[in-house]
Every structure is written in structure tokens, then in C-alpha cells.
């Protein structure tokens, strides 16, 4: 079974800019999960989907946002870039949104922002 | 709200020396506890879980056991191998909300020497 994949790998983005990032999780699983990992912050919970709706978000400005479409691949977007949005960002798919769920991770986007 | 406290990285030790990576957590209902592992470049990848109070889960050698009177899930390992050297998180899962939500530690950084 194919495992998480994102797109792009790696970005470059210039101050003001806006960025999608994809990401397609397991076949059948229905939860899809978003962080963002500095070395300062570690790991930042941004926002859950699961079966299109936005069922938890964390604590990051309205300028990021997500979308998750019937096939249960994910978008996330950052608009207006800041220096501070350089990081590695990783998506994350499970099979339900119960307790015990295991969480599949992808190998993350790279981005920088200059 | 829920949080996970981890111990301070990073860690060295010599191949075959005991690894014990500390982890306490604080939940508002009965959390799924899970240790990740991140190899340099990727992203992470599930080591070990336990659901309920006593659990123990063991993976590759590694094993945590789910103590609830301490609130704790420490990570062990009797003997270390070069290619343990990673970044370990701990995490909880827990869906009193109705809805999954992880909270990871900070991570720890385990470097072996041969």
C-alpha cells in the first residue's frame, strides 16, 4: 500500500507570496492532519480533516488554511508569507479520528521563505 | 489543555548502552499514549503505542509502558544501535472532544557513537 505522499518537496517563496501544498494520504483513510516543525516551536498541530470537514484547528493565524476534497487528498495554503513561515511541513493520515488511531506521516515539505 | 513534557536532548551514548527517554503527559480525558521516531530528512514514522493504563507497546527493541498513576510513558531500549540515532517524540491521542487530537512532545534527539 502506497504510503503518504506530499508535493512539493521543496519550496521557495518570496515575503508576501501565497503557497498550496498537497498531500494524499493512505488509500481509505479519512483523516488527514497538518503540522508545522521548527527546530524552535518542534512540532505545531495546524489543523484535522476528516471527511472534508475541518474537525479540529490549532492555534496559527487565518492566513493558513485547508481544504480536503472527497478522494481525502488535502490542500493547505499560506497566504501573505512571512520570514517565519519557513519550515517542514507535514501531513499526516489515519484511518478514523478515534483515540487510538495511528497517525501515517509523509516526508513533509520543505519551505523557505526569503 | 493536554501536553507532553519530554526529556532534554540531546542524548549520546555509546553503541550497546541503555536508552531511557522520560515522558510525562497531562490529559483532560484517557489518552492513547504513541512514541514516533524522525530520521534525518524524512518524516515520522510510528515506533510504539499503548491505549490503556498498563499497556505495554514494543517495537524494535523499544518499550514503553503506559503508567497512568504517573502520568508517564517512558521509552527504553536495553541496547543501542548507530542506527537508532533519531529524533524521538512522544505523543498523546485523545478524543473527549469528539474528534481526535494529537499533542506531541518536543522531541529528543538520541545520537549513538559507535
Known amino acids: 500500500k502506497a504510503g503518504v505522499t506530499q508535493t512539493p518537496r521543496y519550496l521557495i517563496k518570496t515575503r508576501g507570496q501565497q503557497v498550496t501544498l498537497s498531500c494524499s494520504p493512505i488509500s481509505g483513510h479519512r483523516s488527514v492532519s497538518w503540522y508545522q516543525q521548527t527546530p524552535g516551536q518542534g512540532l505545531q498541530f495546524l489543523f484535522e480533516?476528516?471527511?472534508?470537514?475541518?474537525?479540529n484547528k490549532g492555534n496559527f493565524p487565518g492566513r493558513f488554511s485547508g481544504r480536503q476534497f472527497s478522494n481525502s487528498r488535502s490542500e493547505m495554503n499560506v497566504s501573505t508569507l512571512e520570514l517565519g513561515d519557513s519550515a517542514l511541513y507535514l501531513c499526516?493520515?489515519?484511518?478514523?479520528?478515534?483515540?487510538?488511531?495511528?497517525?501515517?506521516f509523509g516526508p513533509g515539505t520543505r519551505l523557505t521563505v526569503t | 489543555g493536554d501536553s507532553v513534557t519530554q526529556m532534554e536532548g540531546p542524548v549520546t551514548l555509546s553503541e550497546e548502552a541503555f536508552l531511557t527517554i522520560n515522558c510525562t503527559y497531562t490529559?483532560?480525558?484517557?489518552?492513547?499514549l504513541f512514541w514516533y521516531v524522525q530520521y534525518p530528512g524524512e518524516g515520522l514514522q510510528l515506533l510504539l503505542k499503548?491505549?490503556?493504563?498498563?499497556d505495554k507497546g514494543s517495537n524494535k527493541g523499544f518499550e514503553a509502558t503506559y503508567r497512568k498513576e504517573t502520568t508517564s510513558f517512558h521509552l527504553e531500549k536495553g541496547s543501542v544501535q548507530v542506527s537508532d540515532s533519531a529524533v524521538y517524540f512522544c505523543a498523546l491521542t485523545d478524543s473527549s472532544g469528539g474528534y481526535q487530537k494529537v499533542t506531541f512532545g518536543t522531541g529528543t534527539k538520541l545520537q549513538v557513537i559507535p
Open positions: 490529559a483532560t480525558g484517557y489518552p492513547s
Open positions: 499503548a491505549t490503556k493504563a498498563d
Open positions: 480533516y476528516f471527511s472534508e470537514t475541518q474537525r
Open positions: 499526516a493520515s489515519s484511518l478514523d479520528s478515534g483515540r487510538a488511531s495511528e497517525q501515517y
